[in-house]
Protein backbone atom coordinates (compact mmCIF):
# COMPACT_ATOMS: atom_id res chain seq x y z
CA UNK A 1 0.00 0.00 0.00
CA UNK A 2 3.12 2.67 0.65
CA UNK A 3 4.29 1.91 -2.87
CA UNK A 4 0.93 2.54 -4.12
CA UNK A 5 0.99 5.86 -2.67
CA UNK A 6 4.55 6.57 -3.37
CA UNK A 7 5.79 7.04 0.46
CA UNK A 8 7.76 4.93 2.82
CA UNK A 9 5.95 2.15 4.89
CA UNK A 10 6.66 4.65 8.12
CA UNK A 11 5.39 7.34 7.08
CA UNK A 12 1.99 5.58 5.92
CA UNK A 13 2.27 4.46 9.51
CA UNK A 14 2.46 8.17 10.77
CA UNK A 15 -0.23 9.89 8.85
CA UNK A 16 -2.29 6.69 9.63
CA UNK A 17 -1.90 7.22 13.42
CA UNK A 18 -2.59 10.81 13.16
CA UNK A 19 -6.10 10.60 11.36
CA UNK A 20 -7.24 7.51 13.45
CA UNK A 21 -5.38 7.31 16.67
CA UNK A 22 -4.14 3.91 16.20
CA UNK A 23 -1.60 2.01 14.65
CA UNK A 24 -2.44 0.29 11.50
CA UNK A 25 -2.14 -3.46 13.17
CA UNK A 26 -4.17 -2.28 16.29
CA UNK A 27 -6.97 -0.78 14.13
CA UNK A 28 -6.87 -4.18 12.45
CA UNK A 29 -7.29 -6.01 15.29
CA UNK A 30 -9.95 -3.52 16.19
CA UNK A 31 -12.12 -4.45 13.44
CA UNK A 32 -11.37 -7.98 13.47
CA UNK A 33 -12.66 -8.04 17.37
CA UNK A 34 -15.50 -5.92 16.60
CA UNK A 35 -16.55 -8.18 13.47
CA UNK A 36 -16.19 -11.77 15.81
CA UNK A 37 -18.45 -9.97 19.14
CA UNK A 38 -21.01 -9.26 16.42
CA UNK A 39 -20.99 -12.54 14.85
CA UNK A 40 -21.10 -13.94 18.71
CA UNK A 41 -24.27 -12.14 18.85
CA UNK A 42 -25.98 -12.54 15.35
CA UNK A 43 -25.23 -15.71 14.47
CA UNK A 44 -24.84 -19.81 16.17
CA UNK A 45 -21.61 -20.02 14.89
CA UNK A 46 -18.75 -21.66 17.28
CA UNK A 47 -16.27 -19.84 18.43
CA UNK A 48 -13.09 -21.37 16.70
CA UNK A 49 -15.36 -21.08 13.28
CA UNK A 50 -15.34 -17.33 14.06
CA UNK A 51 -12.11 -17.19 15.10
CA UNK A 52 -11.12 -18.57 11.66
CA UNK A 53 -13.45 -16.14 9.71
CA UNK A 54 -12.04 -13.44 11.66
CA UNK A 55 -8.71 -14.38 11.27
CA UNK A 56 -7.43 -15.24 14.32
CA UNK A 57 -5.19 -18.62 14.14
CA UNK A 58 -7.30 -20.35 16.72
CA UNK A 59 -10.27 -19.88 19.52
CA UNK A 60 -7.57 -19.52 21.73
CA UNK A 61 -5.88 -16.70 20.65
CA UNK A 62 -9.34 -15.19 19.88
CA UNK A 63 -10.11 -15.40 23.48
CA UNK A 64 -6.87 -13.98 24.56
CA UNK A 65 -7.45 -10.51 22.16
CA UNK A 66 -11.07 -10.81 22.86
CA UNK A 67 -10.80 -10.73 26.63
CA UNK A 68 -8.04 -7.62 26.09
CA UNK A 69 -10.92 -5.51 24.52
CA UNK A 70 -14.17 -6.78 26.44
CA UNK A 71 -13.06 -8.05 29.60
CA UNK A 72 -14.80 -11.43 29.12
CA UNK A 73 -14.39 -14.31 26.95
CA UNK A 74 -16.27 -15.06 23.87
CA UNK A 75 -18.76 -17.51 25.40
CA UNK A 76 -19.61 -14.87 28.27
CA UNK A 77 -19.96 -12.32 26.31
CA UNK A 78 -22.66 -14.58 24.04
CA UNK A 79 -24.34 -15.48 26.87
CA UNK A 80 -24.74 -11.65 28.06
CA UNK A 81 -26.48 -10.54 25.37
Excluded at 18 to 32: C, D, E, N, W
Excluded at 37 to 61: K, M, N, P, Q, Y
Aim: a positive charge; aromatic letters at 8%; hydrophobic letters at 35%.
Amino acid sequence: LARRLEMSVRQLERLFTAKTGKSPLAYGRQIRIRTASWLLTSSDRSVADIASSCGFSDSSHLGREFKKEFGESPNAYRVAR
